[in-house]
C-alpha cells in the first residue's frame, strides 16, 4: 500500500507543479486564475485517474499526453507573453510562421532555469508515478471516493469561470486580455466579443467636434497648393523617455531634438498597444488592433479598412515601404498591399543579404544601412509623382544585445550590479537608442543636402515602449506612462516657425493628421481619430497592454487598478470580484509632466469620466469588428476647425 501512496502523491506532483507554476512561476493573485487552475487540475487528475483503471499502457500514454501538453504549454507561454506581450492561444498559431525569427529573443528569455526545473521536477515526478503504478489501487473504493471529489471541482470551477467569462465578453473585456487564466485552459478559450454596437464610437467621435473656444476657423492643408511627399520613420521601442525634447534629462538624442526644435512636436502622443504590427495598424488605418488576439494583419479574410498608404494611392501617390528584415514576419507581404503599399523592401529577401558588405544587427540589416538604401530609392526612382514612404527601424529591437558603433553613460544604473538582468537590458536599451539617434542624424544630414527635402513632410515616431526603467522609476503610474508616452516629431518644409501642441493624442490620430495635411478628404473614410493640429475642447487617447485599458482624458488618466502580478509587462486586477471590476475604475490627474518628475493625484471618479471608461471598451471592440464587418455602415465627419500654423 506504501508504494500507491508513493504512486499517488507523485501523480499529483505531475499536475500540480505545472498548475502553481504556470502563472510565471507565482501563485495566482487573481480568483479567476485560481479558478481555471483548479478547473484544470481537477480535470487532469480525474483523467489520470479514469486511466488508471484501464491498464498501465492507457495510464502512461494519458500522462506523457497531459505532461508534455501542460508544461509546454506553461512554458510557451512565459515565452510569448514575454515576446508578444499576449497570452497563448490557439489563435496564436497564425504567428507559427514567425516562431523562428522570434526565437532571436530566446537568449534574453526571462524563465530558462525556471523551466528547466519545471521540466525535471514534473518529468523525474511522472517516472515515478509510472514504475510504482499498482492496476488494482485505481480500481479501489478509495480511489472512487477521489474521482467524485475531483469531477465535482471540475464542474464547480467550470461553472464559475463561465460565468465570469461572459461577464467579461458583455462588457466587451476580452478586447484586451483581463484576466489570466491557465494556458491549458487559455489555449482552447475565445476571445470573442458579443456583437457590439457604435454607440462607444460615436462617442468619441463626437468629443472631437467640439471645438476649443477661441480658436480660429482656419484650416491648415495642402488643398490647392503643391504635393507634399511623406516620410513616416517609426522607430523601433523609441520611448518619449528617452528623446530629449520630452525628458531634458536624457542626452541620447540629440538629432531628434534638433529637427523637433524646428518642427511640430505633440508632448502627449500614445502608442495604442505594444506590439509593432498593431502600431503600424493603427499608425496607417486609424483603428484600433485587437488585443486579446493576433494583428489583423494575420487574417487573410478581407478586410473593410480605407488606410492612408490607399488613400494617397487613389490621390495619385507613389507608396513605398522598407524594412531590413523579412516579408514573411507578421504576413506583411499580404497585408501591406491589402492596406494600399505599391512597393515594398524588405532586405532579407534581397539576393544575397548577408552577404553584401552591410552592417547587420540583430533582427536585420542595420538602421544606418536602411535609411540610405530608402533614400537612394526616393531620390532615383523613375516617377514624378509624389510619394509616401515609411521606413520601420529594426537595430533597436529587444533584446537590445547587438553590437553597436555606440556606448552610454550609465549613472542611473551604477547601483546596480553588472551581472543584474534588468541593469543589462536597460542599458542595452539606452545604447539601442542612442544608436537609433545616430544613424537618423546620418540620413538627415544627407536628407538636407536632397532635393526631397524642400517637398517633402517628415514624420518621426515610435511604435510601442518597453518594461524597463531606471532605478528612479518605480511608481505603477509613472511607468506606464513612459512605456506608453512616444515622440511625435512632424517636420514641414513650410513651417516658419516651430510648434508645440499639448494635449493627448494617439497613433491613430496621425492618419487624420496627414490626411489635412496633404488637403486630402476623410469625410467618406470611417475613423474615430482625429486631426491633432485641430484644437478641441478635451482631448483625449485610449491604449492599452495586457488587461489593462487607459483613458486618457484632458489631464486625467483613467483605468482599471491592477497589481502586479510577476512576468514581463504583466498585471491583474486587483478587485476580488469580477462584478466589482466591471464598475471599479480609477482615475488620476496629472500634475505636471511625468517625464519630468510630474506627479499623478488621485481624483474622485465622475459619471463622466466612468461612462467615458466604459466606452473606451466599446470603442475598441467595434473597431476590431468593423474590419471584417461589411462595408458603408459607418459615415464620419472630420472636424473643420483648424489649429492656424504660420506657413510661408
Not at 497531459?66 to 509546454?72: I, T, Y
Not at 457604435?198 to 468619441?204: A, E, N, R
Not at 512616444?486 to 499639448?502: A, F, G, K, R, S
Not at 466612468?610 to 471598451?617: H, M, N, T, V
Request: proline fraction near 4%; aromatic fraction near 14%.
Amino acid at each position: 500500500m506504501r508504494k500507491e501512496m508513493w504512486s499517488f502523491l507523485l501523480l499529483l506532483c505531475v499536475f500540480l507543479i505545472p498548475t502553481l507554476c504556470a502563472y510565471f512561476g507565482v501563485v495566482v493573485p487573481s480568483h479567476v486564475g485560481l479558478l481555471s487552475d483548479l478547473l484544470v487540475f481537477s480535470l487532469g487528475l480525474t483523467g489520470a485517474l479514469l486511466s488508471g483503471m484501464l491498464g498501465k499502457r492507457f495510464f502512461l500514454a494519458y500522462l506523457v499526453t497531459f505532461w508534455l501538453s501542460c508544461v509546454l504549454l506553461v512554458v510557451t507561454n512565459w515565452w510569448h507573453y514575454q515576446f508578444f506581450r499576449a497570452y497563448f492561444n490557439f489563435e496564436s498559431l497564425k504567428l507559427g510562421g514567425d516562431v523562428l525569427e522570434a526565437f532571436r529573443s530566446l537568449p534574453a528569455f526571462e524563465y530558462k532555469w525556471e523551466s528547466l526545473a519545471l521540466f525535471l521536477l514534473t518529468g523525474i515526478a511522472l517516472v515515478g508515478a509510472v514504475l510504482l503504478y499498482r492496476r488494482d489501487f485505481y480500481r479501489g473504493t478509495g480511489v472512487v471516493l477521489m474521482k467524485v471529489v475531483c469531477i465535482g471541482l471540475a464542474l464547480y470551477s467550470f461553472g464559475a469561470v463561465s460565468d465570469v467569462t461572459d461577464v467579461l465578453k458583455k462588457r466587451n473585456a476580452f478586447v484586451l486580455l483581463p484576466e489570466y487564466f491557465h494556458p491549458l485552459h487559455a489555449f482552447f478559450l475565445s476571445y470573442e466579443s458579443g456583437s457590439v454596437g457604435d454607440k462607444g464610437w460615436k462617442t468619441f467621435k463626437a468629443l472631437n467636434q467640439q471645438v476649443a473656444s477661441g480658436v480660429a476657423d482656419s484650416e491648415i492643408t495642402g488643398a490647392g497648393a503643391k504635393k507634399y511627399n511623406v516620410i513616416t520613420i517609426v522607430m523601433e521601442s523609441m520611448r518619449a523617455s528617452m528623446v530629449g525634447l520630452y525628458n531634458p534629462a536624457s542626452r541620447l538624442t540629440p538629432n531628434i531634438d534638433e529637427v523637433g526644435k524646428h518642427g511640430i512636436v505633440i508632448e502627449d502622443f500614445y502608442a495604442n498597444s505594444n506590439l509593432t504590427i498593431k502600431a503600424e495598424t493603427s499608425i496607417f488605418c486609424g483603428l484600433y488592433d485587437h488585443g486579446a488576439k493576433v494583428s489583423i494583419a494575420e487574417y487573410p479574410d478581407k478586410k473593410q479598412v480605407q488606410c492612408l498608404p490607399r488613400l494617397l494611392k487613389n490621390s495619385g501617390y507613389d507608396t513605398y515601404y522598407f524594412h531590413g528584415n523579412t516579408a514573411r514576419f507578421y504576413n506583411r507581404d499580404e497585408y501591406l498591399p491589402q492596406i494600399g503599399f505599391g512597393e515594398s523592401y524588405f532586405h532579407k529577401d534581397q539576393e544575397g543579404a548577408g552577404k553584401d558588405g552591410r552592417s547587420y544587427s540583430g533582427w536585420g540589416l542595420s538602421d544606418g544601412d536602411m535609411y540610405e538604401i530608402m533614400l537612394d530609392h526616393l531620390e532615383n526612382r523613375m516617377s514624378d509623382k509624389p510619394f509616401f514612404a515609411n521606413i520601420m527601424t529594426l537595430t533597436s529591437h529587444y533584446p537590445f544585445n547587438a553590437d553597436l558603433p555606440v556606448d552610454v553613460l550609465d549613472s542611473d544604473q551604477s547601483s546596480r550590479g553588472k551581472k543584474d538582468r534588468s541593469y543589462r537590458v536597460y542599458r542595452g536599451y539606452k545604447r539601442s537608442v542612442a544608436y537609433a539617434d545616430y544613424a537618423f542624424g546620418a540620413f538627415w544630414k544627407k536628407f538636407r543636402h536632397s532635393p526631397l527635402f524642400e517637398k517633402t513632410i517628415v514624420v518621426i515616431t515610435g511604435d510601442h515602449g518597453i518594461w524597463s526603467f531606471p532605478e528612479s522609476v518605480q511608481d505603477q503610474s509613472v511607468r506606464n506612462e513612459y512605456f506608453f508616452r512616444m515622440p511625435l516629431v512632424i517636420y514641414h518644409p513650410d513651417l516658419t516657425e516651430p510648434v508645440v501642441i499639448n494635449g493627448p493624442a494617439s497613433q491613430i490620430d496621425i492618419m487624420p493628421t496627414l490626411a489635412s495635411l496633404l488637403g486630402i478628404s476623410m469625410d467618406s473614410t470611417p475613423h474615430v481619430g482625429r486631426n491633432i493640429l485641430s484644437r478641441v475642447e478635451v482631448p483625449w487617447a485610449v491604449y492599452g497592454k495586457g488587461g489593462e485599458l487607459f483613458l486618457r482624458y484632458g489631464d486625467n488618466v483613467c483605468y482599471n487598478p491592477t497589481v502586479e502580478c510577476g512576468g514581463a509587462q504583466q498585471s491583474c486586477f486587483s478587485s476580488l470580484s469580477v462584478k466589482d471590476v466591471a464598475k471599479d475604475i480609477a482615475c488620476d490627474t496629472h500634475d505636471g509632466d511625468l517625464l519630468q518628475g510630474g506627479k499623478t493625484v488621485p481624483k474622485k471618479v465622475n459619471e463622466k469620466l466612468f461612462s467615458l471608461y466604459q466606452a473606451s471598451y466599446e470603442m475598441v471592440a467595434f473597431d476590431n469588428q468593423r474590419v471584417f464587418s461589411e462595408p458603408g455602415k459607418l459615415i464620419s465627419v472630420q472636424p473643420k476647425h483648424e489649429f492656424n500654423l504660420e506657413l510661408r
